[in-house]
């Protein structure tokens, strides 16, 4: 639903249940849950500031004060134009690379407010940007979540992936000798 409507509508919701066999209290639960899940139409482009410990201390408190201004919208609203829903981010998994963005879930790493600031002009202004890891094509909101339900886009595995310091702990277990211990039960 939310790849063709933008957002997941109570008419989406009542659809959902039907094809699937479900109660609509239960798509609503699932609708409510996860946050990728958009209640009223998102913009073109989700933009997510990560605002969790390490990468707010580390500047996204600061990031998301001035975007938020920049851009005029708060936390899950869109700018006037549609092209961008911001949000607060508690947390991308990504403390390697903070302060993080992320923009329809893909990776824009090591931000700063002016950064911040200049990938959303150039998203407004339609200018192509690639995230800092991953498909080197950017994919809208509605396309981004028919990846999310399943369909594939052909981008998987196109772009870099981890490197840098998401693989330095790999590093110091291989120089040691290290080994992941073996689960109970398992064949030696």
Known sequence: MQSEDGYISDDG?????????????????VATFYTMYKRKPAGEYNVGVCINTLCAVMGGDEIWEELSEHVGVGHDETTADGKITLERLECNAACDFAPVMMVNW???????????KQLVDDLR???EVAPTRGPRRLCTFKEASRVLAGLPDGQAG??????????????VAKANGWEAPKAEGSAE
């Open 106 to 116: 893909e990776f824009f790493d090591n931000q700063t407010p002016e950064s911040a």
């Open 125 to 127: 202004a339609g200018k």
């Open 13 to 29: 919701q009542e659809f959902c249940a039907e094809m699937l066999g479900l109660s609509k209290a239960e798509v609503v639960g």
């Open 158 to 171: 196109d772009g870099p992936s981890a490197a840098g310091p998401s693989l330095e702990g790999l590093k």
